[in-house]
Nanobody
């Protein structure tokens, strides 16, 4: 019912910037929430940030706060992740995710997932 497609990943040098996009198609919900997760090789998929469709509050993990910014364009059913001051430890596959209901920060609370986009930060 809901499809998510990420784009914008690539290779960037440490200290550089990158912007990811996630376009959603299908049914949308006023009480829905969308966010970003990431997964490095051999590690658990972890929460990065989330934003509700209708609210103003945003949530960030401590490792990205101050460097990453999540934003949305409701009319386009799209969210963005602006990543600045990138570090090698930010290297991971980044996944867009969505759920119906309040913001949650655990991967098992999200119903819809994109295929992921690779972000590689060189040292």
């Amino acid at each position: 019912q809901v499809q998510l497609v990420e784009s914008g990943g690539g290779l960037v040098q440490a200290g550089g910037s990158l912007r990811l996009s996630c376009a959603a198609s299908g049914r949308t919900f006023s009480n829905g929430n969308m966010g970003w997760f990431r997964q490095a090789p051999g590690k658990e998929r972890e929460f990065v940030t989330a934003i509700p469709w209708s609210g103003s509050m945003t949530y960030y993990s401590g490792s990205v706060k101050g460097r990453f910014t999540i934003s949305r364009d409701v009319a386009k059913n799209t969210i963005y992740l602006q990543m600045n001051s990138l570090k090698p430890e930010d290297t991971a596959v980044y996944y867009c995710a969505a759920r119906i209901g309040p913001v949650r920060q655990n991967r098992w609370d999200y119903t819809y997932w994109g295929q992921g986009t690779q972000v590689t930060v060189s040292s």
